[in-house]
């Protein structure tokens, strides 16, 4: 099912559906009469794109997502529980991996999770007494990536002892169920980017867990300033696209399965 969706979301990001428009117009331009259905539909995947690979647009998209929590540190638990009762552990959310042979494990990461896994780490070395959990199952790779953030926190200088490994979610929804089992009702901060953060608060929120929130891995930063660049098409603006997109259908599917 993890999979399925995953395939699914993917098919409505940017660029599929440019394609998809593109390749029509081309169908009716080349094998039909019905040229003026053709050049609409070829417009319009050029527009679509020029829109979705705009800086502006993709801020536009994202940053509302990623602005629903503030950084750890920043946020309320300076003066609310974190101030008050000692964080027990520092749950960490894999984002994806790809292992491959050769390859230092650092490369193994997608650059979400590995964000995600140094945040981590830096939060749980402000509660000396906390304890990592890394969730992460195996999706399609053989080796579950929350051994492989094991193994790189390891090297990183964490101890074996103070880290806990939850290798079975598949995705946010299973890893909720699974880490409610290790945290039961102790105060923890949870880990993730930004743009998942509200989705994740939701879905541990569903089951009674209330987390700190230390949203990373922040795409849309603040556009202070005129910046020449930000005019051009750019690929990261299609990323910012793809993750609103992502996130929006995420949210979308745990509510029709009452899982939020």
Not at 80 to 106: C, D, I, R
Not at 188 to 208: C, D, E, I, Q, W
């Amino acid at each position: 099912m993890a999979l399925a969706k995953m395939l699914v979301y993917r098919l409505f990001f940017p660029l599929p559906v440019v394609l998809f428009f593109l390749f029509g117009g081309l169908y009716f331009l080349w094998f039909t009469k019905r040229h003026n259905v053709g050049k609409s539909l070829v417009t319009l995947s050029g527009l679509l794109l020029l829109l979705c690979s705009s800086m502006v647009f993709g801020f536009l998209s994202l940053r509302p997502v990623e602005t629903q929590y503030r950084p750890y540190g920043l946020g309320f638990e300076i003066d609310g529980p974190a101030g008050k009762y000692p964080v027990k552990y520092v749950v960490v959310l894999g984002g994806g991996q790809h292992s491959q042979a050769g390859l230092p494990l650092t490369s193994f990461l997608t650059h979400e999770s590995l964000v995600r896994l140094i945040e981590g780490i830096r939060i749980n070395r402000q509660h000396k007494e906390s304890r990592l959990v890394l969730a992460g199952g195996k999706g399609l790779d053989s080796m579950p990536e929350a051994e492989t953030m094991q193994a790189i926190a390891l090297d990183l200088g964490v101890k074996a002892e103070d880290m806990i490994v939850e290798a079975q979610g598949r995705d946010t929804a299973e890893q909720v169920k699974f880490i409610q089992n290790i945290v039961g009702d102790s105060l923890f901060v949870l880990v993730t980017s930004a743009a998942h953060m509200p989705r994740a608060m939701a879905l541990f929120a569903k089951n009674g867990l209330k987390p700190i929130p230390a949203p990373t891995g922040q795409y849309s930063r603040d556009m202070r300033g005129f910046r020449p660049d930000i005019l051009f098409p750019r690929a990261e603006g299609v990323r910012m696209v793809e993750r609103a997109i992502y996130e929006f259908l995420g949210t979308w599917w745990a509510r029709l399965t009452k899982q939020i």
